[in-house]
């Protein structure tokens, strides 16, 4: 078999991106970002115009697609290959091109066309049929589990299969509504969590058959290329080779393989080097799987985000970006700074456009924050020095807010995030937390403050003392109704 290219080692390290899969996408996802960015908005808007030549409204699911629309193969599968796309082409618009790439189901097809083996036409044909052939697939619906793969297994019945082995101790598990049902019941008597995912179907198994023929002849009318970089496939665990990227059936039978993403990453990770890891994506999903790897916890590689998993903070993505593209720079390699000229008038702190910024009695934090050792962007809020965090948390957290609520629900955090020393300024989204660790904290601060929180809340009051503060109030208003 013939091995794909090797990039020749930059000067500063090699650049891998990482594209995830489904999971995160929503109405207007990265909305800021186009706004701001007139090389995202080009990308995705010609994105977005081959999938309306191909027979799929995908702008005006975008920009008015409900949750269940959303959540539904033909919407999801092109939406977010749209915005990795573009995604992909910013980051070489501003001067970074990666040497590899690793995608995750959806995302691996992203992966192949930013390496070569699709043109854009290709891929977007390509995917217009993938997800079409899924959609028609009989409902179900897939989870994430906190466990190892060895745990889970054994309690699935029949009908619910491992999907997806993201790291040693996180997996998504598919299948149909009953069988899916009954491994939840059956998981969470074993003391294991579940978690869902934003989908009407399940994925990456034998239900999944009936698609493989027709994504397959699809993909025989188009010309596949070898890839012009590394490429790493989250299907076989390994690099591809150039005799896999260009057969229709390496790409049609991932309908029905288990995604190894786990496996990847250490063959990504193994290479002589040093790597910046970047998630180009919507979510942070890879970024914190990443940086839980050893080789990244060693502090021989290091991994970012592109966007955060805050759609409704204002300028959440547009900050996040900058703030990317900040880390890299901070890493040593160039940027074509011209090129993000758009987002440079945007405080990278406080999110707000620099003309429209809140004025500061103390000096603003610096707009640059370096890469630490374990991977991570620091938060402007959360990651300072010690005798600074201990003042920090020494002070009220927010009017109307309990001392003692914050103390209880930073235990909640940290439980969940695995972060330690999380100050009441810090932000839920920013250290790493995504829609299912959200979820999995809205279950526990159900049970340890017996009351209900809608899961919009935590995304309009993303800190620990705002989010603490909205828990007082409800509390005030269930004690005057005498509950």
Request: glycine share 8%; hydrophobic share 45%.
């Amino acid at each position: 078999m013939t091995a794909s290219k090797v990039s020749a080692p930059q000067e500063h390290g090699r650049i891998a991106f990482l594209f995830p899969g489904q999971a995160s996408q929503h109405a207007r996802m990265a909305q800021d970002l186009y706004d701001r960015s007139p090389d995202y908005a080009e990308a995705f808007d010609e994105c977005l115009d081959l999938f309306r030549a191909a027979g799929v409204p995908l702008r005006r699911w975008w920009r008015d697609g409900d949750a269940d629309q959303l959540s539904s193969p033909r919407a999801a599968l092109p939406l977010t290959f749209a915005v990795e796309h573009a995604l992909a082409r910013a980051w070489q618009a501003w001067g970074v091109t990666p040497d590899a790439v690793l995608g995750v189901s959806i995302g691996e097809m992203t992966a192949g066309e930013v390496a070569g083996v699709f043109t854009l036409e290709d891929a977007v044909a390509a995917i217009t049929i993938r997800s079409q052939a899924v959609q028609d697939l009989p409902p179900g619906g897939q989870f994430a589990v906190s466990a190892s793969r060895d745990e889970v297994a054994p309690l699935l019945p029949d009908g619910a299969w491992i999907a997806v082995v993201l790291g040693p101790r996180q997996v998504v598990v598919a299948g149909l509504p009953g069988p899916l049902a009954d491994a939840a019941a059956t998981l969470a008597r074993a003391g294991l969590a579940c978690y869902p995912v934003l989908t009407t179907h399940a994925a990456h198994g034998d239900y999944a058959a009936p698609a493989v023929p027709i994504l397959d002849q699809a993909l025989r009318r188009l010309r596949l290329a070898p890839p012009a970089i590394d490429f790493y496939s989250a299907d076989t665990g390994q690099l591809v080779g150039v005799d896999e990227a260009i057969d229709p059936g390496f790409w049609s039978r991932q309908l029905i393989r288990p995604v190894r993403f786990a496996d990847a990453l250490d063959a990504l990770t193994s290479k002589a080097g040093r790597l910046l890891i970047i998630e180009v994506g919507p979510g942070q999903t890879l970024t914190k799987v990443a940086r839980r790897h050893p080789t990244v916890v060693a502090g021989r590689h290091r991994v970012l985000p592109t966007l955060a998993h805050n759609p409704i903070k204002p300028l959440a993505q547009a900050r996040s970006a900058l703030a990317a593209v900040e880390a890299v720079s901070a890493a040593g390699h160039a940027i074509d700074w011209p090129a993000v000229k758009n987002l440079l008038d945007i405080d990278p702190v406080s999110g707000y456009p620099l003309d429209r910024a809140p004025r500061r009695a103390e000096p603003a934090p610096a707009p640059a924050p370096a890469i630490s050792e374990d991977g991570a962007a620091p938060a402007p809020s959360g990651r300072t020095d010690p005798r600074q965090r201990a003042a920090e948390s020494a002070l009220p957290a927010e009017p109307g807010c309990s001392g003692a609520t914050v103390d209880r629900l930073r235990r909640l955090w940290s439980a969940v995030l695995g972060e330690d020393d999380i100050t009441p300024s810090a932000d839920f989204f920013e250290l790493g937390g995504n829609s299912l660790t959200a979820v999995e904290l809205m279950l526990k601060v159900a049970a340890e403050f017996t009351v209900e929180v809608d899961l919009v809340v935590l995304f309009e009051h993303s800190t620990l003392a705002g989010f603490a503060q909205q828990l007082d109030g409800l509390a005030e208003q269930l004690d005057r109704r005498g509950h």
